[in-house]
């Protein structure tokens, strides 16, 4: 109780000289100043406490009957939920700080992928039981929540990814959303869809199906895509993302194989202005692309990192990267997988 006891003597230890002579304490507080308290014990939102322990509003409720009610009517105390497995024990503890929250806007991050402890053989066991994480309790009660989702990062099995378009998302900030790795070459089944996010700002995807339509991309300005199966959907995602500032994608070694029929090079004149982005990451792509970097225009890029196979060669040319960085201001950091490192002063 010592994260407890250091709080409740900060409220109550003796006055200053010149002091009243007696001195307000914990319990003469009005209830709405010492839920602030509470508020300001816990890590700063949209960070996770711990479901017990210091730093928890758990931890808040063994203190005293006045403190315990005033922490069971604070919603924002529960807010911010995080589930390491959904076949956890502390799958009830979260079904109770669900209840506990109200409807104050929520903070998860939850992993939710149900492996079937039952399966026969390796294979099986290592295949995400879809139809139980739907069913689960927990995941049925956060897709009913969905209004109330502000910074959710997920990881969930692919089939799942179709359920997120079932209701709208309005309040809805960062999301965070990664599935079970595919083999190389399987197809992605399910791309996301959101309704209704007006807020949204930042994504970050692995392994999930994205294209243009996808959701408000125009208004994102983080973005991260983690195993890209199209180039030229890429290219297209970008094309929508006029406020991007932040972006950073990984194609999958074999996407590229797979969209050899498309050619950048039929597209006379084919470019994608990215406007406002200052930060540029083309990371690990493993088979030589076509054009990409010719067909950027970024005007305001200030980094960018790319792997060395992107400019069909280890060592990285200057003149092919010259088309991209013209116009650019300031200092850009041209950085390779080889580490090593080229800065150029654009005028």
């Known amino acids: ?3 407890t006891s ?4 900060g409220l109550t230890e003796s006055p200053a000289p010149g002091a009243p002579k007696h001195p307000i304490t914990s319990e003469a507080l009005p209830d709405e100043l010492v839920a602030e308290i509470f508020t300001r014990y816990l890590p700063p939102y949209p960070s996770f406490p711990p479901w017990v322990g210091p730093g928890s509003p758990t931890h808040l409720l063994g203190v005293c009957r006045v ?17 390491e497995s959904i076949d956890r024990k502390d799958i009830e503890t979260a079904h109770l700080w669900l209840k506990r929250s109200g409807s104050s806007l929520l903070a998860l991050q939850i992993v939710t992928v149900y492996h079937n402890p039952l399966a026969s053989t390796a294979t099986t066991a290592r295949s995400p039981d879809t139809a139980a994480e739907l069913s689960h309790p927990l995941v049925q009660e ?8 502000e910074y959710v990062d997920w990881d969930l099995s692919e089939p799942m990814i179709a359920s997120f378009a079932a209701a709208p998302v309005p309040n809805l900030v960062h999301l965070s959303l990664g599935t079970v790795r595919r083999p190389p070459l399987a197809p992605r089944t399910q791309v996301l869809r959101l309704t209704e996010c007006e807020r949204l700002r930042a994504v970050n995807l692995w392994n999930v199906a994205v294209d243009n339509t996808s959701f408000a991309v125009g208004q994102l300005t983080t973005l991260t895509i983690i195993n890209v199966d199209s180039c030229y959907q890429c290219m297209k995602v970008l094309e929508a993302a006029r406020n991007l500032v932040e972006c950073r994608l990984y194609i999958r070694p074999r996407a590229l194989t797979r969209n050899r029929s498309f050619d950048f090079d039929s597209l006379d004149g084919y470019l994608v202005e990215v406007p406002r982005l200052e930060t540029l990451v083309f990371e690990d792509i ?5 054009d990409w970097l010719a067909r950027l225009v970024v005007p305001s890029l200030r980094r960018l990192a790319v792997s060395c196979e992107l400019l069909d060669t280890r060592d990285v040319n200057d003149s092919a990267i010259a088309s991209l960085w013209s116009g650019c201001r300031g200092m850009i950091g041209i950085r390779s997988t080889t580490s090593r490192v080229i800065r150029s002063r654009v005028g």
């Open 6 to 9: 250091e709080l409740a003597s």
């Open 67 to 83: 403190w315990r009610a005033i922490a069971l009517n604070t919603p924002s105390l529960w807010r911010a939920i995080h589930v």
């Open 286 to 290: 493993t088979t030589p692309s076509q």
């Open 1 to 3: 109780m010592a994260g």
């Open 142 to 149: 956060l897709l009913a929540n969905r209004w109330r989702w």
